[in-house]
Every structure is written in structure tokens, then in C-alpha cells.
């Protein structure tokens, strides 16, 4: 029983590239939720997806940052020019409702030179 | 809005001792609760929560948290520390929305690394 994937579980930008992060749900999962961890800090809510709609981007930072969970595939979070402000662990989890009880991937580290 | 404060960004125990980790959080409406565990390079995980009913709950590991309304808390204790406790510990709070649901927005408190001593 597989839980929730992400991948690349460690990326290295420059400052001005794009990151992609991916992230697949458990099975039976249709609630994904991109959360943000700054080093010292807790996580940080970034956007609440269901398949093909967002939910709740309210954590998402207005620029150059976007998130999708098409109908097929897993969901991404794309940052475009990263910059090093954006070097932290971006975890993902899933539900297979909408509830607060969530499954978390083990994270993507992001680190920007 | 809602807030988490974790009292103590470290506590350290010895193997065997009682653990207790505090947790204070603020909400305008009814709260759902939650106790996440995150080892090392690794996600986190459920330990326990709170949505309605008994006020003490009892979670994996052998830890369990009670809430009290009345000082808005939901500290996480466990009776005894061993040494596979060492992490870090996240207190969680979710907004009950329209129709009594909630979902899974959570506003995390700084967390609490603990460690245990042999």
C-alpha cells in the first residue's frame, strides 16, 4: 500500500530556474495539499487541490508560484525563477476526504544557489 | 483566524520519564486538534486528534493528549520516553467550517523537538 510519493525528494536550482515538484496521493485519495517548511520553522499552508480544481490557493505566493492536479497524473508545484528565499521542504499530503486528518509524502528539499 | 503555540522549541528527557509537550491554540470557532510526528528527513506523521466527543485521546506510540476548552490546550504526553520517541513534534489546529466540516488547511505551531536520554 503505497503512500504518498513525491519526487525529486532533493532538487538544486540557480536562482532564475524553475523547480517542479511532483506528488502523487495515496489510492483512493482525491484531496492533495502542498505545504511549505521553512528551515526553524513549521510547515506553512501553500493550496488545497482536487483533481482538475483548486481548492484554496491562500498560502500560495502571489508570483511564480502555481500548483495543478490534472485529471491524469500526479499533482505539481511549479516555481518559476526560483530564488533563494525559496530553498525549503515543500511537502505534499493527501485525504480521502475533506478532512484534517492528512497522509504526508516525505518532502521535497529544495535548495537554490 | 487561527493560531498554534508550542511552548519549548526543545525538550530533552531521560529514557523513561514522563513526557510532556505543550501545546496552546487559538480559534474563534470549535477546533479540530492534531498531533503530527516528523523523524529525520522524513514526512510527518499522525499521532492523535481531537474533533469532538472524549476530551482525552489516546494515539500511537502510547501518547495521548487531552483538550480543555477552558485554557485552550491540547498537551501531548506520554508516560514513559524511550529512546525511539526522539523527534519533532508538531501541534495542529483545523477550522470546522460550514456543515461541520473541516479540511485539511491546518496551522502548524513551531514544533518540539524531543529528546530522550539513555
Known amino acids: 500500500n503505497a503512500g504518498v510519493m513525491q519526487n525529486p525528494r532533493h532538487l538544486v536550482r540557480r536562482r532564475g530556474q524553475e523547480a517542479r515538484l511532483r506528488c502523487s496521493p495515496m489510492?483512493?485519495?482525491?484531496?492533495v495539499y502542498w505545504y511549505r517548511q521553512l528551515p526553524e520553522e513549521g510547515l506553512k499552508f501553500m493550496v488545497y487541490?482536487?483533481?482538475?480544481?483548486?481548492?484554496?490557493e491562500s498560502g500560495m505566493p502571489k508570483e511564480r508560484f502555481s500548483a495543478e492536479f490534472p485529471k491524469e497524473g500526479p499533482s505539481i508545484l511549479r516555481i518559476q525563477q526560483v530564488v533563494r528565499g525559496d530553498s525549503a521542504a515543500y511537502f505534499c499530503?493527501?485525504?480521502?476526504?475533506?478532512?484534517?486528518?492528512?497522509?504526508f509524502g516525505e518532502g521535497s528539499r529544495l535548495t537554490v544557489l | 483566524a487561527q493560531s498554534v503555540t508550542q511552548l519549548g522549541s526543545h525538550v530533552s528527557v531521560s529514557e523513561g520519564a514522563l513526557v510532556l509537550l505543550r501545546c496552546n491554540y487559538s480559534?474563534?470557532?470549535?477546533?479540530?486538534l492534531f498531533w503530527y510526528v516528523q523523524y529525520p528527513n522524513q514526512g510527518l506523521q499522525l499521532l492523535l486528534k481531537?474533533?469532538?466527543?472524549?476530551?482525552l485521546v489516546k494515539g500511537i506510540n502510547g501518547f495521548e493528549a487531552e483538550f480543555k476548552k477552558s485554557e485552550t490546550s491540547f498537551h501531548l504526553t506520554k508516560p514513559s520516553a524511550h529512546m525511539s520517541d526522539a523527534a519533532e513534534y508538531f501541534c495542529?489546529?483545523?477550522?470546522?467550517?460550514?456543515?461541520?466540516?473541516?479540511?485539511?488547511?491546518?496551522?502548524f505551531g513551531q514544533g518540539t523537538i524531543l529528546t530522550v536520554h539513555p
Open positions: 481531537y474533533t469532538t466527543g472524549a476530551t
Open positions: 495542529a489546529v483545523s477550522v470546522i467550517g460550514a456543515g461541520g466540516t473541516s479540511y485539511g488547511k491546518l496551522t
Open positions: 487541490l482536487q483533481k482538475e480544481n483548486i481548492i484554496d
Open positions: 480559534s474563534s470557532v470549535p477546533p479540530y
Open positions: 489510492k483512493g485519495h482525491s484531496h
Open positions: 499530503a493527501s485525504s480521502p476526504r475533506s478532512t484534517g486528518e492528512l497522509f
